[in-house]
């Protein structure tokens, strides 16, 4: 950034992001004074000013990603009992947050405004204040296509080429580049991450990766221990208990074969596209529940899977009350062999509802999500409608060829060839100019 012109400022999240950089990165580039910040004005006053309606919604991402809010997902695995939220010191980080940016923002601070995708307090804090004095915003985000990221200005997930690429034909290279994704996604199978047959990471890698978990973490050496040593066998040992209510392998191949069925893949909750895009279906136990009661015929399954980073995470009462409302899904069995024979897919935002689209098959989202509300997919604006949105997705099918290869040409339109967080020297360079070239 420097060498076109550029000057950078860095802005840590939390308090050992700043103590791991100190040092390496120096102070004028490094922002870390929002951390301490004492405040100059109200709370009230800053939430009407950026129109924030509710701080406990505004902090309930950051409060998921610490594993401070019960919900489907459990710091204690096995057991479902949790404690009270405690909103607190989330609405003082809040609070400390929003008057630091908006006291530099009102003194005249312009800078362009980047991050990755997340919803993280400090990132969405910069957002809505740069957003109130007319700044312009980078915001990097997913995009199903290999090796590329999609740039968007805000947090909605609205690209206006994407739709506009809907209308448009394509001339026989884009034909064939969006023919030859097509290929690839329907003949190669994603392997299951928690297979054993899985390429293990070299000893070195792991080694370095704990001792990077220790040293953010440095501050408290207990959480630390617990969170390299004591929870992966928490979560292993879970899992093992929690199989008892899948689906062995043989029946759920006998079920995705001969039955008729809707397939809801659960999601990961620790991610911005649940907390900050689909917050109403948090509890993703409950939504299941509501699901099987909503199915379009009475011959109908709903078939469940869970995500893959997400197994052995339910609590054990959790995965027994999904397997009575569900055919609940060994989670080895491959989403392609359940998504290419189901009748409709039913997601918030998944990925596996863009592969579904690369079936050919109807899907029907419940959140905000990068291919809803262009047209492509049955979109649930009410959930009372959930059981006719449903059926007229299994009635009338999926989209057409014609609509498939024009949407997987706007993927490429609206995104940039980068890897976030490959740090080699051209992906470097790729994000640099994927900035520079949108900066005005």
């Not at 899977?305 to 054990?316: E, I, T, Y």
Request: with cysteine; net charge positive.
């Amino acid at each position: 950034m420097k060498n076109k012109g550029y000057l950078l400022r860095i802005v840590p999240m939390s308090r050992s992001t700043l103590q791991k950089y100190k040092g390496n990165i120096p102070d004028k580039i490094l922002m870390g004074e929002h951390i301490s910040h004492v405040p100059t004005a109200s709370l009230e006053y800053l939430l009407n000013k950026y129109s924030i309606s509710s701080p406990y919604s505004f902090v309930f991402p950051e409060m998921v990603y610490d594993r401070n809010y019960p919900g489907q997902i459990y710091n204690r695995y096995i057991s479902s009992n949790y404690g009270k939220p405690e909103f607190e010191p989330y609405r003082e980080q809040l609070h400390r947050t929003l008057d630091y940016f908006d006291n530099l923002y009102s003194d005249g601070f312009d800078a362009v405004h980047i991050s990755n995708q997340g919803a993280r307090i400090v990132r969405q804090v910069i957002q809505v204040v740069a957003d109130y004095h007319d700044v312009q915003s980078i915001r990097y985000s997913f995009n199903p296509l290999p090796r590329r990221r999609s740039i968007r200005s805000s947090t909605e997930m609205r690209f206006p080429k994407l739709e506009r690429a809907l209308d448009e034909s394509l001339d026989e290279d884009e034909r064939r580049r969006a023919k030859k994704y097509i290929r690839s996604i329907r003949t190669n199978k994603p392997k299951f991450k928690g297979s054993p047959n899985d390429d293990k990471p070299s000893l070195r890698s792991r080694i370095g990766g704990k001792i990077q978990t220790i040293k953010t973490f440095e501050d408290n050496l207990p959480k630390a221990i617990a969170w390299e040593f004591i929870r992966p066998t928490l979560k292993s040992i879970s899992a093992k208990l929690q199989s008892r209510w899948h689906v062995e392998q043989a029946s759920a191949q006998s079920t995705i074969s001969s039955e008729n069925y809707i397939f809801y893949p659960i999601q990961y909750p620790i991610e911005s596209r649940v907390t900050l895009r689909s917050p109403a279906f948090y509890d993703q136990k409950h939504l299941i529940k509501y699901l099987a009661r909503n199915l379009p015929s009475a011959s109908d399954q709903l078939v469940v899977k869970d995500h893959p980073r997400h197994v052995g995470q339910l609590s054990l009462r959790s995965a027994k009350e999904i397997s009575e409302n569900a055919c609940f899904i060994d989670p080895e069995v491959s989403a392609h062999d359940i998504v290419r024979n189901a009748d409709a897919i039913v997601t918030l935002n998944n990925t596996v509802g863009h592969e579904a689209l690369v079936w050919e098959k109807p899907v029907v989202t419940l959140g905000d999500a990068l291919y809803s509300q262009i047209g492509l997919t049955y979109d649930v604006e009410n959930i009372n409608n959930l059981d006719s949105v449903i059926a007229e997705a299994v009635e009338k099918g999926g989209p057409t060829q014609t609509k498939l290869l024009r949407y997987i040409n706007g993927l490429y339109k609206i995104s940039d060839p980068m890897i976030w967080g490959d740090t080699s020297e051209e992906s470097i360079e790729n994000i640099v100019d994927s900035i520079t070239k949108r900066t005005v």
